[in-house]
C-alpha cells in the first residue's frame, strides 16, 4: 500500500509530527533563557561594581495631627527588579521632609558580593521590611527584609527627607514575559 507523505499515519506525519515537538521542545520564554544564562554564568564574587538588581519609587505622605505634627505618615511603593518582576506595597514612615509629600527613585542592590538569583531577588521584595533613607536630592537608603533577614543599598534621587519605615510589599507579575 502506498502511503502519501502527510497523510495521516504516514511516515511523513510522524516526522512533521516530531520535527514540531521537537521545535516546541526549544522554545523557551524570556524568563527561562534569562535563568538558563544566569545558571551557567559563574558569580564573579571579587567584583568591585554590578548593574543594581532592582529600581525602586516611593512616595511618602505626612500625615498632621496635633501630637507628632509631620512626622508620621503613609508610603507607597513599587518596585521592578532586573528580571522584569513588579512588585508595589504600602506601609507607614517616622520622619521629617521639608514638604508633606516626599518621594525617592533609587537603585538598590542586595548587599552581598554575588549577583542574586531571580527567586533570591522575589523572597526579598516581596514580604515585610523595614527601611531608613535620607536625602537632599541625591540620597540612600538601607533596607531590612524579615523574610530572609537579607538587606539592600539603594542610591538615587530623594527630596529633602528623612525616616525610617516599614512596608509590605506584594509580587504583582512579570512585566517582560
Known amino acids: 500500500a502506498f502511503m502519501a507523505l502527510g497523510a495521516p499515519g504516514s511516515a511523513g506525519d510522524l516526522a512533521a509530527a516530531l520535527a514540531g515537538s521537537t521545535a516546541m521542545r526549544y522554545q523557551t520564554s524570556l524568563r527561562e533563557q534569562r535563568a538558563i544564562a544566569r545558571a551557567h554564568v559563574e558569580p564573579r564574587i571579587d567584583a568591585i561594581w554590578?548593574?543594581?538588581?532592582f529600581f525602586s519609587v516611593s512616595v511618602n505622605v505626612a500625615i498632621p495631627n496635633p501630637?507628632?505634627?509631620?512626622?508620621?505618615g503613609a508610603t507607597g511603593a513599587a518596585t521592578l527588579d532586573e528580571n522584569g518582576e513588579l512588585y508595589v506595597g504600602a506601609g507607614g514612615s517616622v520622619g521629617s521632609s521639608l514638604t508633606l509629600i516626599s518621594g525617592s527613585a533609587a537603585f538598590g542592590w542586595l548587599n552581598q558580593a554575588a549577583?542574586?538569583?531571580a527567586p533570591q531577588l522575589q523572597r526579598?521584595?516581596?514580604?515585610?521590611g523595614?527601611?531608613?533613607?535620607?536625602?537632599?536630592?541625591?540620597?540612600?537608603?538601607?533596607s531590612y527584609t524579615i523574610e530572609t533577614g537579607e538587606s539592600?543599598?539603594?542610591l538615587g534621587f530623594f527630596s529633602p527627607q528623612a525616616g525610617v519605615g516599614y512596608t509590605y510589599s506584594w509580587h504583582v507579575g512579570d512585566l517582560w514575559d
Request: zero cysteines; a positive charge; aromatic letters at 20%.
Open 115 to 117: 549577583p542574586p538569583t
Open 124 to 128: 526579598f521584595l516581596a514580604g515585610r
Open 130 to 142: 523595614f527601611n531608613a533613607s535620607a536625602g537632599y536630592w541625591i540620597g540612600g537608603a538601607y
Open 152 to 154: 539592600s543599598t539603594s
Open 67 to 72: 501630637w507628632t505634627g509631620t512626622l508620621l
Open 50 to 53: 554590578r548593574w543594581p538588581d
